[in-house]
Antibody, heavy 117, light 107 residues
Framework: QVQLQESGPGLVKPSETLSLTCTVS????????WSWIRQPAGKGLEWIGR???????NYNPSLKSRVTMSVDTSKNQFSLNLSSVTAADTAVYYC???????????WGQGTLVTVSS | DIQMTQSPSSLSASVGDRVTITCRAS??????LDWYQQRPGKAPKLLIY???SLQSGVPSRFSGSGSGTDFTLTISSLQPEDFATYYC?????????FGQGTKVEIK
């Protein structure tokens, strides 16, 4: 059974960079797309972007200037960096898997990141 | 970007009721439409992909239909564990966009 687990700081200061890692267990990270999605408290889901195991990426245009994703196949991990954060970036951040298209079939449990000084 | 609009935003229903949620895309997305269920405090769970295909392990009381711009999620007989928020998502192209969600509450 594939499992995903997000990790990273729960508190980030304004203007700094939010960094999260997703560790995949129970299966290989290879040959799949890996996405990041976020959800502010009480609101809907926003897709941040995705990365393929080759390193190719697709980012949401609304966040593209601040987002960088990377993948480390040797560790079965992929990562998200979101720069110049503000309070509007406070949300639960999820990582998820796509088997080939854009459907998201496995999700991590989510991690709350708060942007505050 | 393709916009996704769900209706209603919320509904109240009783156990055993048949429930229908609608999702409309701002342009044709063929059958590239997925449905997710999110219980409070939990990650979303894929229910339906490609508009009408049931994800493995999902009860058969869930079904999806539609193509082009108009889609429907139906729960044939609502169960206590189905009270949750449901999201549609277009999986046709990037950026991925979700509907605003439909909260199904107990009447």
């Amino acid at each position: 059974q594939v499992q995903l687990q997000e990790s990273g700081p729960g508190l980030v200061k304004p203007s700094e960079t939010l960094s999260l890692t997703c560790t995949v267990s129970g299966g290989s990270i290879s040959s799949y797309y890996w996405s990041w999605i976020r959800q502010p408290a009480g609101k809907g889901l926003e897709w941040i972007g995705r990365i393929y195991t080759s390193g190719s990426t697709n980012y949401n245009p609304s966040l593209k200037s601040r987002v960088t994703m990377s993948v480390d196949t040797s560790k079965n991990q992929f990562s998200l960096n979101l720069s110049s954060v503000t309070a509007a970036d406070t949300a639960v951040y999820y990582c998820a898997r796509s088997p080939g298209d854009y459907s998201l079939d496995y999700w991590g449990q989510g991690t709350l990141v708060t942007v505050s000084s | 970007d393709i916009q996704m609009t769900q209706s209603p935003s919320s509904l109240s229903a009783s156990v055993g009721d048949r429930v229908t949620i609608t999702c409309r895309a701002s342009q044709s997305i063929s059958s590239y439409l997925d449905w997710y269920q999110q219980r409070p405090g939990k990650a979303p769970k894929l229910l339906i992909y490609a508009a009408s295909s049931l994800q493995s392990g999902v009860p058969s009381r869930f079904s999806g239909s539609g193509s082009g711009t108009d889609f429907t999620l139906t729960i044939s007989s609502l169960q206590p564990e189905d009270f949750a928020t449901y999201y549609c998502q277009q999986s046709n192209s990037t950026p991925v966009v979700f509907g605003q969600g439909t909260k199904v509450e107990i009447k």
